[in-house]
């Protein structure tokens, strides 16, 4: 059974769970512990203990942890793709692709270390001059979802580090393995035992104890809406001081296709956007807002690329679009479907195939839905999975203001070939981070991420904005 890591020592837990491959469901990848409430705050006290120590280390002792981390990940990258693969679904090179960026934001945040400087003013009072500095916040609890086993974990735990903070991670209990092979790198390192402390575990069972501790300074979380409002709550209304807390939700990102966009690669970046990692990314490509114009020509094309997108084992070379994650986001995924049907959208694909290639397996084959109005509930709520809506509209006009007409605001795109529409909805997209000419999905590792409304709460993270959330401001008056 692999254990949890606290206190510089791996420990069992009081119980443990099976991580089941969605492409074969006999594959069973191992046991992995589930720490008990106990082991959680054994995990909080280890992390508060040596959380002064770290905050004193050198920024050239932490680019050194840091930067030895991403080189072993670098250099294991193909087994870890593998591992990331059999247990989350998505494809090979996807995996690979998660692995290699959660590689470079080690790097980055070793250099980062590295950088952190503060701010000299002079003082309105005569004899003063002001000292602004940047210090660590100091434990941070870090609460991952199951859909990017280890970038989302990289692009926390690192600057978390980095900026001289003591972490308690606790990954989403589907998929444990890659993030129990991030601890193991990171318990080889020369980080003082307790600034770094792994707790697997289901959210609902530890989950409280990791918001509710007045030891944890702060929360990060990405996730689900539901669950972030209920990690906003208890970090307001917790005894003692609140926790700062930032919060990274759901999407229903549009991508705008204008009569001007150059089809191909309109299409191209729609179905990246809406299908490739099976659609569970919460920057998914899930409205396509068309305007009338282009409107037959997309639809079509769409279909007849949708045709060979060949669904299968995540692992199998060829395979386009791996499983849904589990039975449960399976069960979800197909509702939608309906509920698509029953409010009279017509369906391309969106088939469950049992097995493929004689193996039982969550596969979904993406789902297309066409005539759809944005009222829809296929187009208010977040479809976590290969399902996306076609939206047809009469002008850009009318296409800037269904995108706009959302309670999220992750991502949003616009194809098209004229300059002046560019600048009109890079300007009026209403979410954090907007595509020209190119997927809602896929980002870079070393600027900021995060999004507006309903998506995002808090500063952003990655890039230099994530000193924002990992470390505090102290502003100092000297008189010598
Ligand atoms: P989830 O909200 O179910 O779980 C996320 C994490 O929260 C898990 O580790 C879970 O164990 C934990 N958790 C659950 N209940 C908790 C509680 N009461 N207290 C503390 N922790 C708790 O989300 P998920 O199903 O793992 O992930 C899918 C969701 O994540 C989607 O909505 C997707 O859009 C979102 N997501 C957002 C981003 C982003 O950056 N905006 C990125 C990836 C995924």
């Known amino acids: ?241 609140m926790a700062k807390f930032q919060l990274e939700m759901g999407g229903k990102n549009p991508l705008v296709v204008l009569d001007d966009a150059d089809l191909d690669l309109a299409v191209d970046c729609a179905i990246n956007g809406a299908f490739f990692a099976t659609g569970q990314r919460c920057t998914a490509s899930s409205r396509l807002v068309v305007t009338k114009g282009i409107h037959d020509r997309f639809v079509a094309a769409m279909v007849a690329r949708m045709s060979a997108l060949r669904v299968g084992d995540a692992r199998k070379p060829g395979t386009i679009i791996g499983p849904v994650v589990d039975a449960a986001q399976l069960r979800e995924d197909l509702d939608y479907v309906d509920i698509g049907r029953r409010e009279g959208a017509m369906l391309t694909g969106g088939h469950f195939r049992e097995q493929i290639d004689g193996k039982s397996g969550f596969y979904l084959e993406p789902a297309l839905f066409v005539a759809t109005t944005n009222d829809m509930t296929i187009n208010r709520e977040e479809v976590f999975g290969p399902v996306a809506a076609v939206i047809q509209v009469a002008d850009a006009e009318e296409a800037l203001a269904v995108a706009n007409d959302t309670e999220f605001g992750l991502s949003a795109g616009v194809c098209t070939t004229s300059l002046k529409m560019a600048s009109l909805f890079k300007r009026k997209l209403e979410a954090g981070m907007v595509m020209v000419n190119a997927p809602t999905a896929g980002v870079d590792p070393h600027v900021p991420f995060g999004g507006r409304k309903a998506s995002s709460y808090g500063p952003r993270e990655q890039g230099p904005h994530a000193a924002e959330f990992y470390t505090t401001v102290k502003t100092a008056y000297v008189q010598p």
Not at 33 to 59: D, G, L, M, N, V
Not at 119 to 129: K, P
Not at 200 to 229: K, P, Y
């Open 1 to 241: 059974m692999k254990r949890n890591f606290i206190a510089g020592e791996w420990v069992k837990g009081d119980d443990c769970a099976e991580n089941i491959n969605p492409s074969d469901t006999r594959d069973v990848i191992g046991a992995y512990a589930r720490a008990s409430r106990f082991q959680a705050t054994e995990a909080i006290s280890a992390a508060h203990a040596a959380a002064p120590q770290w905050a004193e280390s050198t920024p050239q002792q932490r680019a050194e942890v840091l930067d030895k981390v991403g080189s072993e990940i670098l250099a294991r990258h193909s087994e870890l793709a593998d591992l990331l693969a059999r247990e989350e679904g998505k494809t090979l090179a996807d995996a690979r692709g998660e692995v290699l960026r959660a590689a470079q934001i080690f790097k980055f945040f070793a250099g980062e270390a590295l950088r952190i400087h503060g701010g000299l003013a002079g003082s309105v009072r005569a004899g003063i001059s002001v000292e602004v500095a940047r210090e660590p916040v100091g434990v941070v609890s870090i609460i991952t979802p199951w859909n990017f086993p280890i970038a989302i974990p990289a692009w926390k735990i690192a600057p978390a580090l980095a900026h001289g903070n003591a972490v308690v991670f606790k990954p989403a209990d589907l998929v444990p393995a890659s993030a129990w092979a991030l601890a193991e790198i990171l318990s080889r390192t020369d980080l003082p035992a307790g600034c770094f402390n792994l707790v697997m575990g289901r959210g609902r069972e530890i989950g409280d104890v990791l918001l509710e501790d007045s030891r944890i300074s702060a929360v990060t979380f990405t996730g689900s809406e539901v669950t972030g409002r209920r990690i906003a709550a208890a970090c307001v209304s917790r005894k003692g001081p």
